[in-house]
């Protein structure tokens, strides 16, 4: 395990249609992000997760989205409904307690 | 206002040049702040921390100034291999809530 860990790498979908998407963070980090970046924009906090805990939602985390960690290992990320608007990269990163974050190489999803 | 300000650039310099990015943020309760880098279609990488007392890692130097709540990035001698977007982040309780990122600050290092 040298990395978080992200798939698929790309998604293209059907406006409309749900999508999941899985992050394996580094084995022994306590905590889990998953942010989303669109053109020109910095990366923006969407939820995070201290082992299976769900500890805090941005106001960007709209009800058609829900994440999940259930076993404080690896997480999902499922957009239902999906909209142009969602289309983005979603990256996932993972840190010890207080330490910098590791990212994934993100997966890119293509509302069409 | 946005909690971390960045000047988008993009900032064209030649090999060699010394190059400096400023960030401002918003909320005086920030306690941890870093600089990252990011390639293009990449994903985003710690570069560095940046501590009160400023600190230095080979060409790139960080400062950070707590009374007017901006945060520094200092390149000497650059090289191509620095072109990329850089990040400014910060966060309001050491370790405790999830980091805000900036826009980023695009790079280009030309020959």
Known sequence: DTGVSQNPRHKITKRGQNVTFRCDPISEHNRLYWYRQTLGQGPEFLT?????AQLEKSRLLSDRFSAERPKGSFSTLEIQRTEQGDSAMYLCASSPLHEGYTFGSGTRLTVV | RK?????????????????????TYSNSASQSFFWYRQDCRKEPKLL?????????????????????QYISLLIR?????????????????????????????????IA
């Not at chain 2, 971390?4 to 960030?23: H, K």
């Open chain 1, 48 to 52: 995070y997760f201290q082992n299976e």
């Open chain 2, 3 to 23: 909690e971390v300000e960045q000047d988008p650039g993009p900032f064209n310099v030649p090999e060699g040049a010394t190059v400096a990015f400023n960030c």
């Open chain 2, 48 to 68: 560095m921390s940046v501590y009160s007392s400023g600190n230095e890692d080979g060409r790139f130097t960080a400062q950070l100034n707590r009374a007017s």
């Open chain 2, 77 to 109: 001698d650059s090289k191509l291999s620095d072109s990329a977007t850089y990040l400014c982040v910060v966060s309001s309780n050491s370790g405790n809530t999830p980091l805000v990122f900036g826009k980023g600050t695009r790079l280009s290092v």
